[in-house]
């Protein structure tokens, strides 16, 4: 079973306002990674991290989407400004070789 | 880039009967093929992953997958099925030859298991 924890569960907010959620890989995972699943189950790549450096991230993510996975703090997907369209299930999963090991999910609802 | 198509939105069974899920991607290069579940209001559980060897591999809670080239297919499947294994299964594919790539998702079929 997956050990990687991400926090809120849940997050409701309107439009224009600040949506961030936090994500603890599990223990010796270097690399980490963010999807966003619509309710279509459509999955996007956000970013992803190995150690603390961006490996790749979507154009998406260099406008209103930021990320950051500091040394021993935990990861974070913060939306500046939120839109209607990004109400969604984040998934953040990390990874030691080639399998990745999924959160429970934060559920972004924005109004 | 790769593509991952499951044709089966939906599918159906009554509880002990065997279930194929199917699975077919495109990509031009070495490929690393997994089946993640989703049960309601969860993240996605790891089942289990191809990337070279035998073309059968055996996962968590019964399921199995074979991988075939010819057939650009990685079918997931089950002898008899338990009620708790309804949930929506993604079949999902990432580039081999670094740990860092990116998965690339099919839409997910959702099985139901009638009791």
């Known amino acids: 079973n997956s050990k990687v924890i991400q926090t809120p569960r849940y997050l409701v907010k309107g439009q224009g306002q600040k949506a961030k959620m936090r994500c603890i890989p599990e223990k010796g995972h270097p690399v980490v990674f963010w999807y966003q699943q619509n309710k279509n189950n459509e999955f996007k790549f956000l970013i992803n991290f190995q150690n603390q450096e961006v490996l790749q991230q979507i154009d998406m993510t260099e406008k209103r989407f930021s990320a950051e996975c500091p040394s021993n703090s935990p990861c974070s997907l913060e939306i500046q400004s939120s839109e209607a369209g990004d109400s969604a299930l984040y998934l953040c999963a990390s990874s030691l070789s080639y399998e990745q090991y999924f959160g429970p999910g934060t559920r972004l609802t924005v109004l | 880039t790769q593509t991952v198509s499951q044709s089966d939105a939906h599918v159906t069974v009554f509880e002990g009967d065997s279930v194929e899920l199917r699975c077919n991607y495109s990509?031009?290069?070495?490929?690393?093929l997994s089946w993640y579940i989703q049960h309601h209001g969860h993240g996605l559980q790891f089942l289990l992953k191809?990337?070279?060897?035998?073309?059968v591999v055996q996962g968590v809670n019964g399921f199995e997958a074979e991988f075939s080239k010819s057939d650009s297919s990685f079918h997931l499947r089950k002898a008899s099925v338990h009620w708790s294994d309804s949930a929506v299964y993604f079949c999902?594919?990432?580039?081999?030859?670094?740990?860092?790539?990116?998965?690339?998702f099919g839409h997910g079929t959702i099985l139901r298991v009638h009791p």
């Open positions: 990509y031009g290069g070495s490929i690393y």
């Open positions: 191809y990337y070279s060897g035998n073309p």
């Open positions: 999902a594919v990432s580039a081999t030859g670094a740990n860092t790539g990116k998965l690339t």
